[in-house]
Each structure stands twice: as structure tokens, then as C-alpha cells.
């Protein structure tokens, strides 16, 4: 029903909240009602692979920024009187670093993928997608003007078949493929080189997501997709708040790429700059992310967990620091991260719509927080209740 306006009528002594009330009620019913709840228990959860957040390398880089006058705030976007010499110095290092033409500093990786992918692509042009992207990837093609396409995880053959039936179709714009290196909720690889093989066939570019890659993989921490970065038709994504341990995120590319960001993104124009005093701990960060002994140890724990889950839990090894003990069940898989939580472990539980359904799961992040003790004993207490979860 409408009223005179054309508006929907609304029941008399009805909310205005009534629809949204619903909605959250049918996600309590579902076992899928999400809620913020305090950090507590050993560090299973985070994506703080190199234990950098809380170090004293940061926190003396931080207090060494404050005493040389950096400030807290910007004060305004970075194209009005935001644009701080932190954030440039950080830019300069990080392409350095990277071996990129030139890089931009988002507040997060979140903005920095929603600014790529809805700025982009253009009007006429097609993004194939990983089916398993990250979510501000999706956002970014909803805001977008490109067609989109979605690929079967890690399947190249399917990326080619959906390039393919678009110009078959009468496609005839640029060609953008998106992945991410190392998947965020499977812990496993894309396929880069023959990703790269398949844009430099089509003429196209690829968009390649380092969130969980840089700092961990790669000479020196760069990431999967080091030996790509500097090429015309390859852009970067790097944040900077896993691994590195900060905040924000460094899209990398050919300069053109980010002249033409700074120029065209919204979500970049019309936000207020990053914390100048964040950009400093990034540098830092960049460094300490060099340091062979950090990822020394993360390998040497990733390799160990994976053969102690894989003997113990029959959870297969993922080479990477995340892995994935699939429940399936989506109240199933919440009653066991609860109960590891009571004992002390910061296991979470992923319910769709995060990932596919069905496929409801406890991540297991590897941290420097832990050691080999923490994980053996977090095994022990696994066992019986995916025993019983069974």
C-alpha cells in the first residue's frame, strides 16, 4: 500500500527499524547474528603474522615519529592539506621496496580494493573474477561501470573461457583479471604465472590482491607476486595492517595507474588521509619485514602446525599460515570455536555468507604470538571435539 505520495503507508505505532529488526532476527534463527566481543585467549585468530603490531620495533618507531613533530591527524584529503611528507616518503619506499613504478596509500585495504576495481576498469570493458575474492573486491565491482564475470577458484582454464565467450559475445573493451595471491579463508595459491600468461594473451591486466602474501612469502617478504611487480599490466594490492602490523594498504603500479587513482577515485578523492603517524609505522614496518629471521620462524612454525594437524586432526597442510579445518555445519562449527575460546584459545568459527555454504569452518591463523607449545596444545584440545563435532 502507498499513500498520497507515493511513499509506502506504514502500520500505525510500526518502527522504523521494524525491516532491519527482522533481518537480524532471521539471522539469529540461521546461527548467523554476528556480534563484537573482546580479544581473549591465546592468538589463533589475527592476521598479525610477524607479531609486529604490539613489538617494541614499532611502538620505538612510533614514539620516535611523534618526537620529530609527525602528527596524529591529517587534517583533510590528501589533495587538500592531507597530503602529509610521511605519506610520500612511504610511497617513494614502498615501490622501492616493491619494485614498483610508483605506489598510493589507502587508509585500508577495503578502500584500496573498492577504489581499483570501481575506478579502473571502464565503461565498455569486462573483470573476470576469482570466485573466492575478497569482499571490497566485490564492492568495487558493484560500484563499477565494467561487466564482471566470475571464475571458478583457481581454475586459469575457466578464466580463459570466460574472456573468451565475452569477445565471442561482442566484447570488445579491456580485459581486467582479479585474484588474490594467497586466499584469506583457504590458506592456498593462485596460479600467477599462467594468471600473468593469460592477460599478456589477452591484452589484459591483472589485478593481484598481496593481503596475506606480503611480509610472509616472496625475497624479503614481497609478497607471491614479486616477480611480477614492474610490469605495465600488473597492479598490487599490499595492506599493510597484517603482516606489516600498521594500518592501510599500497596499491603498486605503473605511475600512470596511480596519476590516474589520485585523479578518478572516489573513494581516495573524498576521504580524509591516512594518520601521518601510521605512515611512519608502515616504514618501518617495510623494514622490519625484511628482517629473514621473522619469516624464518613463520615458516618454520607453518611447517610444523601443518604436520601436526595433518597427523593429528587429518587436516591437509595448506603451505601457508592459515588453514582451514572445515566443519561444514554452521552450528557445529560455532559450538567448537566456543568451546575452544573457554579453554583459552582464540579460535574463530567462519559461517557463510563470508564463505560458501556448507563450507562453514575455524581459520586457524599462524602467528609469531605462538610457538610450537601453543600449537600442539590447541591440537590437544581440537582432537576430541572434532571427534565429537563428527
Given amino acids: 500500500m502507498a499513500d498520497g505520495t507515493g511513499r509506502p503507508e506504514i502500520a500505525s505505532g510500526a518502527s522504523g527499524l521494524d525491516r532491519h529488526r527482522a533481518h537480524l532476527d532471521r539471522l539469529e534463527d540461521m546461527g548467523r547474528l554476528r556480534a563484537l566481543g573482546p580479544r581473549r585467549g591465546v592468538d589463533f585468530a589475527s592476521n598479525d603474522y610477524l607479531g609486529l603490531a604490539g613489538s617494541a620495533a614499532l611502538g620505538a618507531a612510533v614514539s620516535a615519529a611523534l618526537g620529530r613533530g609527525v602528527p596524529v591527524g591529517s587534517g583533510g584529503s590528501r ?9 610520500e616518503a612511504l610511497e617513494a619506499e614502498a615501490a622501492a621496496v616493491f ?27 569486462l573483470v573476470v573474477h576469482d570466485s573466492l575474492i575478497h569482499a571490497s573486491a566485490h564492492e568495487g565491482m558493484r560500484l563499477g561501470r565494467a561487466a564482471t564475470a566470475t571464475a571458478v577458484h583457481n581454475d586459469v582454464d575457466a578464466f ?3 574472456i573468451t565467450a565475452w569477445r565471442a559475445a561482442g566484447g570488445t573493451g579491456r580485459i581486467w583479471i582479479a ?20 592477460a599478456d594473451r589477452h591484452d589484459a591486466f591483472l589485478l593481484i590482491d598481496e593481503a596475506h602474501a606480503t611480509g610472509v612469502f616472496g625475497p624479503g617478504g614481497r609478497g607471491l607476486a614479486a616477480h611480477l611487480e614492474g610490469r605495465e599490466n600488473v597492479i598490487t594490492l599490499r595492506t599493510c595492517g597484517k603482516a606489516l602490523g600498521c594500518e592501510g594498504a599500497l596499491v603498486c603500479g605503473d605511475p600512470t595507474v596511480i596519476d590516474f587513482l589520485v585523479n578518478r577515485g572516489r573513494g581516495f578523492i573524498f576521504s580524509t588521509a591516512p594518520s601521518p603517524l601510521m605512515a611512519a609505522a608502515c616504514r618501518a614496518a617495510l623494514d622490519l619485514m625484511g628482517e629473514d629471521g621473522l619469516r624464518t620462524r613463520l615458516d618454520g612454525l607453518i611447517s610444523d602446525a601443518g604436520s601436526l594437524f595433518a597427523d593429528r586432526l587429518g587436516v591437509a597442510p595448506t603451505g601457508s599460515q592459515i588453514i582451514p579445518v572445515i566443519l561444514g555445519d ?17 579460535v574463530r568459527g567462519i559461517r557463510p555468507p563470508t564463505v560458501p555454504a556448507g563450507t562453514a569452518r575455524l581459520r586457524v591463523s599462524l ?20 571427534q565429537r563435532a563428527a
Fill in 79 to 87: 589533495l587538500l592539506r592531507g597530503n602529509h611528507s610521511e605519506h
Fill in 99 to 125: 619494485g614498483a613504478g610508483a605506489a598510493l596509500y589507502f587508509s585500508s585495504g577495503y578502500a584500496a580494493n573498492a577504489a581499483l576495481l570501481a575506478t579502473l576498469p571502464q565503461t565498455g570493458d
Fill in 160 to 162: 580463459g573461457a570466460a
Fill in 179 to 198: 585474484v588474490e595471491s594467497l586466499y584469506s579463508m583457504d590458506g592456498d595459491r593462485a596460479p600467477l604465472d599462467d594468471l600473468a600468461a593469460l
Fill in 330 to 346: 554452521d552450528a557445529r562449527t560455532m559450538a567448537v570455536a566456543a568451546a575452544l575460546q573457554s579453554q583459552g584459545f582464540d
Fill in 367 to 386: 602467528t609469531l604470538n605462538v610457538g610450537l607449545t601453543e600449537v600442539e596444545a590447541l591440537a590437544d584440545a581440537m582432537e576430541p571435539l572434532l
